[in-house]
């Protein structure tokens, strides 16, 4: 257990989050971190974001933490029907949340049949296709909307010290990402150093 893990055990709902993250542990899935979990919270009370979109659900544990701080409708899309499956048995244990899972891959689901516009898109499934991810759903996100993408610095970024070859093509292409994102004019980007490093964008008005 980690130093957040120890600053969450109040949380509300603690033994079922706990729970989900003792599963996601003993099965090697990777869910968000503690306290990027409570920042993802933050952001969704402080924008007041109603109507939320992730890209990478796993058994859906950062979806219902957007439920649970306010979000009043989640769409979750996640590739692997194993993983929708764990994550709906999830979201029916938790009974009050609205969150709704889309079996499918994101990189070819036509995002008009998810009922946008949203507020806020968190981004957390494959890391060599966030461009692709930013491009189809950004389009569908409201001006004033935000855009959260985790692992922006994955592994540091540190191409010198990195000697497996996939490893150093993932970390250009997340570079490549960044760089793109952080100089469009239509959104204000920030890279906080939290987990692996999280990219807040603002949809400018
Ligand atoms: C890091 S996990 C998501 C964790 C989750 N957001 C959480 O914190 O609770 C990434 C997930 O994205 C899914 N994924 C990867 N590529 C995808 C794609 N093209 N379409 C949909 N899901 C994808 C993977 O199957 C995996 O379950």
Do not use: W
Request: proline share 2%.
């Amino acid at each position: 257990m980690n130093y957040f893990d120890t600053l969450s055990h109040k949380e509300f709902r603690a033994e079922f989050y706990k729970r989900m993250r003792e599963h996601a542990r003993r099965e090697e899935i990777p869910i968000l971190s503690a306290e990027c979990a409570r920042f993802l919270s933050q952001l969704i009370r402080i924008s007041r974001a109603e109507n939320v979109l992730e890209i990478g659900t796993a058994i859906g544990y950062s979806a219902l933490k957007m439920a649970d701080a306010g979000a009043s409708r989640v769409v979750s899309v996640e590739r692997s029907q194993a993983l929708c499956e764990k994550a709906r048995a999830y979201v029916k244990e938790h009974g009050e949340a609205n969150v709704e899972i889309v079996c499918a891959d994101a990189t070819r689901l036509d995002p008009a049949t998810l009922k946008g516009p949203f507020d806020f898109l968190f981004i957390d499934a494959a890391k060599a296709q966030y461009g692709a991810f930013f491009d189809r759903y950004g389009e569908h996100v409201a001006k004033g909307g935000l855009i959260v993408i985790d692992n922006v610095l994955f592994q540091g970024m540190n191409l010198e010290q990195e000697t497996n070859k996939n490893i150093r093509q993932l970390i250009r292409k997340i570079d490549r990402f960044n760089r793109d994102v952080m100089h469009r004019d239509e959104y204000d980007c920030a890279v906080h150093p939290l987990g692996d490093g999280l990219m807040v964008c603002v949809k400018k008005e």
